[in-house]
């Protein structure tokens, strides 16, 4: 299976950028939680949110609830993160990954993807 993510670029602080988990060769997305993470230059990766499978529950880390929205779409095997009221401090790359037949949370990771950066900057 791979992840690909998509949507990231420049933007102004205060502006929105939606960003995009496309998974190709797994049997379904629906069987996967995806989690979306960030990793700045100098700091540590950074949990963002994750959606589980089944019925969708939807988590954040505190600092990203308000900002970001995650949602996903089983039928475009896509899974979706939507960055509003963007700062310099969002600056990062940004990665999703899928958790197979689990719940999010529940232990590491199975798949990453490449990562998309984002960079926000006047």
């Known amino acids: 299976g791979q992840l690909v993510e998509s949507g990231g670029g420049s933007v102004q602080p205060g502006g929105s950028l939606r960003l995009s988990c496309s998974v190709s060769?797994?049997?379904?997305?629906?069987?996967?939680?995806i989690g979306w993470f960030r990793h700045a230059p100098g700091k540590e990766r950074e949990g963002i949110s994750c959606?589980?499978?089944?019925?969708?529950?939807?988590y954040y880390t505190d600092s990203m609830k308000g900002r970001f929205t995650i949602s996903r779409d089983n039928a475009k095997n896509t899974v979706y993160l939507q960055m509003n009221s963007l700062k310099p401090e969002d600056t990062a790359v940004y990665y999703c990954a899928a958790l197979f037949l689990a719940t999010c949370g529940m232990r590491e990771y199975d798949y990453w993807g490449q990562g998309t950066q984002v960079t926000v900057s006047s």
């Open positions: 959606i589980n499978s089944g019925d969708g529950s939807t």
């Open positions: 060769g797994f049997d379904s997305l629906a069987y996967y939680a």
